[in-house]
T-cell receptor, first 113, second 113 residues
């Protein structure tokens, strides 16, 4: 158990819908990262937050957004969902923002029908 | 763009043998490298990391070797056990803003009893 929690574990929805994925980092960690894992793209970095502020952005679609709250939990919002958004979404956390180990949560499996 | 890749998609070894998983990276600015293990249905689990000022680092039954000249990273697992069966990913943090990781495509390690 990494100490990072993610909810829900599974999510099934329809195209065009919007969903919110939630992540709680390890106790004391200030950075949260979101990754998408699909069969054809592998693990792709989406976005990083550090202590409530956006720190780095990767290949995140404009339909996707995230935020980190004062209690340091984070939410990833996915809107106007398409079939191709079906994937595993992982959250990771680290103590700060430098060369540090990122610990991954168990992931949320999203299926868009 | 810059990427991290793996030479072999599947590696099959006999229980008790040593395993070597290889990874090539192309970003010469990369200064931090990590190996993760991912079991079916779980998030990536940290195994070992190495910084660019090191050539070798050892953990419990695992060793990571870094050859900056040819931009090559390897993970050696001693006395491979059935529990080592998983997909292994290398990742690099190319000195970018924040701490985003770029992952390789993964190698599946299968341990035969």
């Amino acid at each position: 158990d990494s100490g990072v929690t993610q909810t829900p574990k599974h999510l099934i929805t329809a195209t065009g819908q919007r969903v919110t994925l939630r992540c709680s980092p390890r106790s004391g960690d200030l950075s949260v990262y979101w990754y998408q894992q699909s069969l054809d793209q592998g693990l792709q970095f989406l976005i990083q937050y550090y202590n409530g502020e956006e720190r780095a952005k990767g290949n995140i679609l404009e339909r996707f957004s995230a935020q980190q709250f004062p209690d340091l939990h984070s939410e990833l919002n996915l809107s106007s969902l398409e079939l191709g958004d079906s994937a595993l979404y992982f959250c990771a956390s680290s103590a700060r923002q430098g060369w540090e180990t990122q610990y991954f949560g168990p992931g949320t499996r999203l299926l868009v029908l | 763009g810059e990427s991290v890749g793996l030479h072999l998609p599947t590696l099959s070894v006999q229980e008790g043998d040593n395993s070597i998983i290889n990874c090539a990276y192309s970003n010469s600015a990369s200064d931090y490298f990590i190996w993760y293990k991912q079991e079916s249905g779980k998030g990536p689990q940290f195994i070992i990391d190495i910084r660019s000022n090191m050539d070798k680092r050892q953990g419990q039954r695992v060793t990571v070797l870094l050859n900056k000249t040819v931009k090559h990273l390897s993970l050696q697992i001693a006395a491979t056990q059935p529990g080592d069966s998983a997909v292994y990913f290398c990742a690099e943090n190319g000195g970018n803003a924040g701490n985003m990781l770029t992952f390789g495509g993964g190698t599946r390690l299968m341990v035969k009893p």
